[in-house]
């Protein structure tokens, strides 16, 4: 029988991308399986590297496989510094219902799988008549995380906003073995408005038919733990990661500086040399950017260091390249260090760490970059910035052991338009703990990522998890 999906994403690569990897995954595993992506176009005011290759799936559309870009909506005043992503993103709505009954045949629309920010369309597939799941581009503790919050909130009346000012307080969730500091907690939660939106959002969820989670359950027992057992209120748990793009295309523009760099890397001792990046959102202000600077001239290790220019304080915007590095950085800084290292802009990130001289990852912990180093064995240094990635910060560190820590516990502005000043000594120190070449946390990153191979050939976790969701989308509509 032959079945129809529709996809819809949340706007930004870092949902896009993985939700993209997991269709293309589906239809490999079952023939009779269709899907159509319905891709909401990237709100004003947030990176704009998803054009090009929103562009890109446009053109790449397939038999079994097809992308459509949604008209633009009204954007929100771009001189708002929160500007409400969920209100754009339930604004397309009446177009989902249109273009859905357009491209569609009713008789086999199995059902919409929905990002984790895009609940509202799961009235989308009510009224349609349809089953709805939902993929979580973020990992099983965070969204153990979520559920507590929200029967905290239900169950207890216990608000967690009301513990912004705690510097001590720590919280059981039950998808971590220790207790999680409410100074990892995403700043986002201390706002009360945010955190109510959160909430609701995470009300939805029982009301899917399943929840796709982009990780592996090797990785993460605990949440395994909680998941299977009896103790929420959850539709089923797909795990189905690690779900990677690795085949990246860098953009045109830059392809001299970026080929010189990976040459650069070919020519690198194994496992000498430090990479930073810090996701399509990550920059710094010039203060910040001569600290890095000072920590890595210190340490002496060879590096590959992504920098780019934050928006000025109050504002919110994509990053901006830095043209006048000589002015910013330590006075002959970039002479000093002309042999053994290499300043880029936008990176590719993934060729880099696929690369064997690369040893030790410094990075913002986004989940996408996080599987990726484990994917490739380099052990990352957690370098928070916003959203959860305080959270991603404590797991890989606190629970797992799979990382070492330069900061996590610190308070963050609003997609961190404001943050604390990492100091050089800081940074220095976690870089020289990350590059120690036979510890314990390289050993385990280097087990761990033998077993996220393992975790998607046929028979692995995340195959089967995969299997079993196609199994259960064909029991829902019959």
């Known amino acids: 029988m032959k079945m129809e999906l529709i996809f819809i994403p949340s706007p930004g690569e870092g949902h896009i991308r993985p939700l993209v990897e997991v269709a293309k995954l589906l239809v490999d595993r079952d023939d009779h399986l269709s899907i159509t992506i319905l891709i909401i176009p990237q709100m004003l005011g947030f990176s704009s590297g998803s054009a090009s290759y929103i562009s890109s799936l446009s053109s790449a559309s397939e038999d079994r496989l097809?992308?459509?870009?949604?008209?633009?909506?009204?954007?929100?005043?771009?001189?708002?510094?929160?500007?409400?992503?969920?209100?754009?993103?339930?604004?397309?709505?009446?177009?989902?219902?249109?273009?859905?009954?357009?491209?569609?045949?009713?008789?086999?629309?199995?059902?919409?799988?929905?990002?984790?920010?895009?609940?509202?369309?799961?009235?989308?597939?009510?009224?349609?008549?349809?089953?709805?799941?939902?993929?979580?581009?973020?990992?099983?503790?965070?969204?153990?995380?979520?559920?507590?919050?929200q029967y905290l909130n239900d169950v207890k009346n216990f608000d967690v906003s009301d513990l912004k000012d705690s510097d001590t307080t720590e919280l059981e969730i039950p998808t971590l073995t220790r207790p999680l500091p409410v100074k990892c907690f995403p700043s986002v939660m201390f706002n009360k408005e945010w955190l109510h939106k959160i909430i609701s959002q995470t009300r939805r969820f029982k009301d899917t038919k399943g929840i796709l989670v982009n990780t592996f359950a090797e990785l993460e027992p605990q949440a395994m733990k909680f998941f299977s057992g009896g103790d929420h209120s959850l539709p089923p748990v797909y795990t189905v990661g690690p779900v990677m793009n690795l085949k990246i295309?860098?953009?045109?523009?830059?392809?001299?500086?970026?080929?010189?760099?990976?040459?650069?890397?070919?020519?690198?001792?194994?496992?000498?040399?430090?990479?930073?990046?810090?996701?399509?959102?990550?920059?710094?202000?010039?203060?910040?950017?001569?600290?890095?600077?000072?920590?890595?001239?210190?340490?002496?290790?060879?590096?590959?260091?992504?920098?780019?220019?934050?928006?000025?304080?109050?504002?919110?915007?994509?990053?901006?390249?830095?043209?006048?590095?000589?002015?910013?950085?330590?006075?002959?800084?970039?002479?000093?260090?002309?042999?053994?290292?290499?300043?880029?802009?936008?990176?590719?990130?993934?060729?880099?760490?696929?690369?064997p001289a690369v040893g030790g990852f410094v990075s913002h912990c986004g989940w996408n970059s996080t599987l990726e180093s484990l994917w490739f064995g380099i052990p990352i240094a957690t370098w928070p910035l916003y959203a959860e990635q305080q959270v991603n910060a404590f797991e890989m560190v606190d629970e797992l052991g799979l990382a070492v820590e330069i900061r996590n516990s610190f308070r963050l502005g609003f997609m961190a338009v404001e943050s604390e000043l990492m100091t050089a000594e800081e940074i220095e120190s976690g870089i020289n703990c990350l590059m120690e070449q036979d510890s314990d946390v390289r050993n385990r990153v280097k087990e761990i990522s033998e077993k996220s191979h393992v975790a998607l050939t046929d028979g692995g976790s995340s195959h089967v998890a995969l299997l079993k969701f196609i199994q259960d989308v064909t029991k829902n509509i019959s």
């Open 66 to 149: 097809r992308y459509h870009v949604l008209s633009v909506a009204d954007q929100p005043n771009s001189d708002d510094s929160k500007p409400n992503f969920l209100a754009y993103i339930d604004s397309f709505a009446p177009e989902v219902i249109a273009t859905t009954k357009k491209l569609i045949d009713p008789a086999q629309l199995a059902g919409f799988v929905v990002d984790m920010f895009c609940t509202s369309m799961i009235d989308v597939a009510n009224e349609l008549g349809v089953p709805s799941y939902m993929f979580f581009t973020s990992n099983a503790t965070f969204l153990g995380l979520q559920i507590h919050i």
């Open 249 to 355: 295309n860098s953009p045109t523009s830059a392809d001299d500086k970026q080929s010189e760099i990976l040459q650069w890397l070919d020519e690198q001792p194994c496992k000498s040399v430090v990479f930073l990046c810090f996701g399509s959102m990550g920059s710094f202000r010039e203060d910040q950017a001569r600290e890095i600077a000072i920590a890595l001239e210190r340490s002496g290790y060879r590096f590959v260091w992504s920098l780019r220019r934050a928006q000025p304080p109050g504002t919110m915007g994509p990053p901006e390249e830095f043209t006048n590095l000589e002015e910013i950085l330590p006075e002959g800084f970039l002479e000093r260090t002309a042999e053994i290292g290499k300043i880029i802009g936008w990176a590719p990130q993934s060729a880099i760490l696929a690369k």
